[in-house]
């Protein structure tokens, strides 16, 4: 069963955002030349867990869910509805410290081709980090620092997190995620449950953070698909729960911050 949280967080964080980026945090390959600094309305960082603790088909479900994702036509019509607006998408895989690999550089996704292109990409990456503990802060400064010079400039940037555990090495997320939101980066949250039960609750006080975070949950890999997907049109439209094609998941609800549920959603 997939359940759908929503943090919106009032506050960003005291920290000022770092004056130098975390480092390795580069691209793969140089931008597009043609692309510099080219307007789009996201710029998107999806951040793949791929620590020991994730099994090879756990791996796999979420590659997966992430490829059918880009060919769903809910997905599909969040992308006609931006209206000749363009998104910008890259791939990270993370684990411990030092080990965050850009499998798919930045890519300019402006109409349904774009998105197909995209799909294809993902259900051919290959696994490039298969071992290491759980740095997720880590991850976030990697994928922060992957909008400094990737040729676009979004009206909102977001770094779209997935992890079945809380971090157990490295900086501290909430470090991270204060510094990142700082900059004006929003970073929401997707937290498969199979391993640690409570680990949602672990993402949304110390994960999620910036404009308009939100977290989703999955019950396990298996659930993983339709929880990107909802995920990714949210991300693409910027809209509500309730706005999204089909409405809320049934038996959703809408959590505050401290992790109290604050209505039930139908």
Same mark, same amino acid.
Do not use: C
């Given at each position: 069963?997939?359940?759908?949280?929503?943090?919106?967080?009032?506050?960003?964080?005291?920290?000022?955002?770092?004056?130098?980026?975390?480092?390795?945090?580069?691209?793969?390959?140089?931008?597009?030349?043609?692309?510099?600094? !080219?307007?789009?309305?996201?710029?998107?960082?999806?951040?793949?867990?791929?620590?020991?603790?994730?099994?090879?088909?756990?791996?796999? =479900?979420?590659?997966?869910?992430?490829?059918?994702?880009?060919?769903?036509?809910?997905?599909?019509?969040?992308?006609?509805? =931006?209206?000749?607006?363009?998104?910008?998408?890259?791939?990270?895989?993370?684990?411990?410290?030092?080990?965050?690999?850009?499998?798919?550089?930045?890519?300019?996704?402006?109409?349904?081709?774009?998105?197909?292109?995209?799909?294809?990409?993902?259900?051919?990456?290959?696994?490039?980090?298969?071992?290491?503990?759980?740095?997720t802060g880590q991850a976030i400064?990697? %994928?922060?620092?992957?909008?400094?010079?990737?040729?676009?400039?979004? %009206?909102?940037?977001?770094?779209?997190?997935?992890?079945?555990?809380?971090?157990?090495?490295?900086?501290?997320?909430?470090?991270?995620?204060?510094?990142?939101?700082? %900059?004006?980066?929003?970073?929401?949250?997707?937290?498969?449950?199979?391993?640690?039960?409570?680990?949602?609750?672990?993402?949304?006080?110390?994960?999620?953070?910036?404009?308009?975070?939100?977290?989703?949950?999955?019950?396990?890999?298996?659930?993983?698909?339709?929880?990107?997907?909802?995920?990714?049109?949210?991300?693409?439209?910027?809209?509500?729960?309730?706005? =999204?094609?089909?409405?809320?998941?049934?038996?959703?609800?809408?959590?505050? !911050?401290?992790?109290?549920?604050?209505?039930?959603?139908?």
């Open positions: 069963m997939l359940h759908v949280a929503l943090w919106v967080l009032g506050r960003v964080g005291g920290r000022t955002a770092a004056a130098a980026l975390t480092a390795g945090a580069v691209l793969a390959g140089p931008p597009d030349v043609a692309a510099q600094d !080219r307007p789009v309305e996201l710029e998107l960082v999806l951040a793949v867990d791929a620590s020991a603790s994730v099994q090879r088909d756990e791996f796999d =479900l979420q590659v997966r869910g992430l490829a059918q994702a880009f060919r769903h036509p809910a997905v599909l019509a969040a992308l006609d509805a =931006l209206d000749g607006r363009e998104v910008a998408v890259t791939v990270v895989q993370w684990s411990s410290p030092g080990r965050q690999h850009v499998a798919i550089p930045w890519m300019r996704i402006g109409d349904r081709a774009g998105a197909a292109a995209l799909s294809a990409k993902l259900a051919r990456m290959p696994r490039y980090v298969t071992s290491g503990g759980t740095a400064a990697f %994928a922060r620092g992957l909008f400094g010079a990737n040729g676009y400039r979004g %009206a909102r940037r977001v770094i779209d997190v997935s992890g079945d555990g809380r971090a157990n090495m490295g900086r501290h997320p909430s470090a991270a995620r204060d510094d990142a939101a700082a %900059a004006g980066v929003t970073i929401n949250g997707l937290a498969i449950l199979n391993e640690e039960k409570n680990v949602d609750r672990y993402y949304a006080e110390h994960v999620i953070g910036g404009p308009g975070a939100f977290l989703m949950t999955a019950a396990d890999y298996g659930a993983f698909a339709r929880a990107i997907r909802r995920k990714l049109v949210r991300e693409i439209t910027g809209s509500g729960i309730a706005a =999204l094609p089909g409405g809320p998941e049934p038996r959703s609800r809408i959590v505050g !911050r401290s992790g109290r549920e604050a209505a039930a959603v139908p």
